[in-house]
C-alpha cells in the first residue's frame, strides 16, 4: 500500500483479471508475476510483447527483479518455517 494499492485493491488481488480496480498495465504486470511464479505456466512471446509495448525496458527489467525477489523471499520463508504476517489472505486453491 505504500506504493499507492489501495485496501481495495489488496483484496481484490485474487481477482485482478475480472476487477475494475486495476488498469490494463497492473492487470498485465500481475498476469506477468502470476505466470513466472507458477511453475505450470510461463510467460511467452505474447505477454512479453505486450509488457514491451507498455513498459520500457529498465521498469520491465525492475519488474521482473521485484517478482524474483519476491519468489526468492517466499521460498526462503518456508525453507525456514517462517510463518506468514497475515498480511495477504489467499484464497483456498490459490498458490
Do not use: W
Not at 519476491?70 to 489472505?89: T, Y
Amino acid at each position: 500500500m505504500q506504493e499507492g494499492l489501495s485496501e481495495e485493491q489488496v483484496a481484490a488481488v485474487h481477482d485482478y483479471a475480472a476487477s475494475p480496480l486495476f488498469n490494463r498495465r497492473e492487470k498485465l504486470a500481475l498476469t506477468y508475476a502470476e505466470r513466472i511464479t507458477r511453475s505450470d505456466q510461463d510467460a511467452d512471446g505474447a505477454l512479453f510483447a505486450q509488457l514491451e509495448a507498455q513498459f520500457p525496458p529498465a521498469a520491465l527489467v525492475e519488474l521482473t527483479a521485484t517478482i524474483a525477489f519476491e519468489n526468492f523471499r517466499s521460498k526462503f520463508n518456508h525453507a525456514l518455517l517462517v510463518e506468514s504476517n497475515g498480511f495477504c489472505l489467499l484464497k483456498k486453491g490459490r498458490v
